[in-house]
Structure formats: structure tokens, C-alpha cells
């Protein structure tokens, strides 16, 4: 079964500053779907980013680009220039083939942007 | 954009009622939907696969006769929660398959049971 961690329950950045959110995730497949998603107080889940595990290439979506480590196992989140808006429950997630299929979840991580 | 809607968004019953959470894709086909429990301050933990036209696959330790879930159609899968009791208290989400691998989350549905 698939598992993924993320190791900061909470964390904090100032408004304009970077910020790097952690996750590392046990699989056996090869070819597999990994995310990062948003919770605001809302508690609408909004979908960040997406990475395929086959392509090499780390995804970016303006202000947010991962880190991805195939071989370590690790998706990492990267906030640049953090707006208050960004503040919410960050949900590291894997789904792997065929299409379709739930996702696993992490325990996730609290990020308050600070004035 | 892929919509999924869910009604209600919060409900408030008496123990030993039930409760129906319904959930819809507004503009696309889910053949496939997930049912989600989420406890406050934790995760999404998966309770169920909404199939259309078949039986639900439940997740381990998810007593099926307590979460009937119906997927009667390829837009709208439903979760009865039958009995309810003040722990079944919590929040629910829905989610459906969409085009590119990701999935569309529903807006949830907070469920208090006094």
C-alpha cells in the first residue's frame, strides 16, 4: 500500500518570503500521479499541482513549482513571493494508475502567511 | 472547469436519524466517485468507491450497512448515513475523476449528530 508523509504539522512564512512544504511518499509502482492540494478555511479542496512521475522535468504553476525526487521518493513544495491567501492546509497526495483511481493523502501541513 | 457539487453543505440531526449527502458532477460524466471523511486538524480518509451501476467497495473497517451509497447515475452518487450517531459527527467530501488524472473535490458537507 502507498503511504505518504509529511513531516511539518505547521508552518509560517512572512508575506513576499519563499516557502518550502515537505513530503515523501512509499510506493513500489514506477509509474504513478502525485499533487499538491489546497484547503483554505473554506475547506474546498483546490488542486495546486500536478506531477507525472515519468517526466523528469519538475512542474511549475507560477508562483508554486515542486521539487520532485523520483528515486528519494520526494515531492516537495516550493511558494514563491507567499500571499496571505496562501494561507490554508497543504495536502501532499499520490494516485497511481490506471486513471481513476482515489488518492492517498498525507496528514498535510498548516502554512499561515504572516502581514 | 470540472464542477462537483454537494448538498448539503452542513446538516444538523437527531441520533438515530438519517442523513443524505448527495454529490454531482455538474458537467462531465463520473462513472467513479470517492467518498471522504475528514476528522478536524486531520486528513482525507477514504471510506468508500462510488461505482455507477454496481455495488460500493468500501475501505477496511467502513461499515457499509451504516454508509449506503447509491450511484444511480453518471452524474450523482449519494451517501445515506443511517442511524446516526453523535461519533459519525464529521466532515464528508466527495470527489469525482477528472480528464487530465486530477480530481474534483466537492464542497463537503459538515454533519453534526446531537
Known amino acids: 500500500a502507498q503511504t505518504v508523509t509529511q513531516s511539518q504539522p505547521e508552518m509560517s512564512v512572512q508575506e513576499a518570503e519563499t516557502v518550502t512544504l515537505s513530503c515523501t511518499y512509499d510506493?513500489?509502482?514506477?509509474?504513478?500521479?502525485l499533487f499538491w492540494y489546497k484547503q483554505p478555511p473554506s475547506r474546498q479542496m483546490i488542486l495546486v499541482i500536478r506531477?507525472?512521475?515519468?517526466?523528469?522535468q519538475n512542474a511549475t504553476e507560477n508562483r508554486f513549482s515542486v521539487n520532485f525526487q523520483k528515486a528519494a521518493k520526494s515531492f516537495s513544495l516550493k511558494i514563491s513571493d507567499s500571499q496571505l491567501g496562501d494561507t490554508a492546509m497543504y495536502f501532499c497526495a499520490f494516485m497511481k494508475p490506471p486513471y481513476g483511481q482515489n488518492f492517498v493523502f498525507g496528514p498535510g501541513t498548516r502554512l499561515s502567511v504572516l502581514p | 472547469g470540472a464542477v462537483v457539487s454537494q448538498h448539503p453543505s452542513w446538516v444538523i440531526c437527531k441520533s438515530g436519524t438519517s442523513v443524505k449527502i448527495e454529490c454531482r458532477s455538474l458537467d462531465f460524466q463520473a462513472t467513479t466517485m470517492f467518498w471522504y471523511r475528514q476528522f478536524p486538524k486531520q486528513s482525507l480518509m477514504l471510506m468508500a468507491t462510488?461505482?455507477?451501476?454496481?455495488?460500493?467497495?468500501?475501505e477496511q473497517g467502513v461499515e457499509k450497512d451504516k454508509f449506503l451509497i447509491n450511484h444511480a447515475s453518471l452524474t450523482l452518487s449519494t451517501l445515506t448515513v443511517t442511524s446516526a450517531h453523535p461519533e459519525d459527527s464529521s466532515f464528508y467530501i466527495c470527489?469525482?475523476?477528472?480528464?487530465?488524472?486530477?480530481?474534483?473535490f466537492g464542497q463537503g458537507t459538515r454533519l453534526t449528530v446531537v
Open positions: 506531477q507525472e512521475a515519468y517526466k523528469q
Open positions: 510506493t513500489s509502482e514506477n509509474n504513478y500521479y
Open positions: 462510488s461505482n455507477e451501476g454496481s455495488k460500493a467497495t468500501y
Open positions: 470527489s469525482a475523476p477528472g480528464p487530465n488524472t486530477e480530481a474534483f
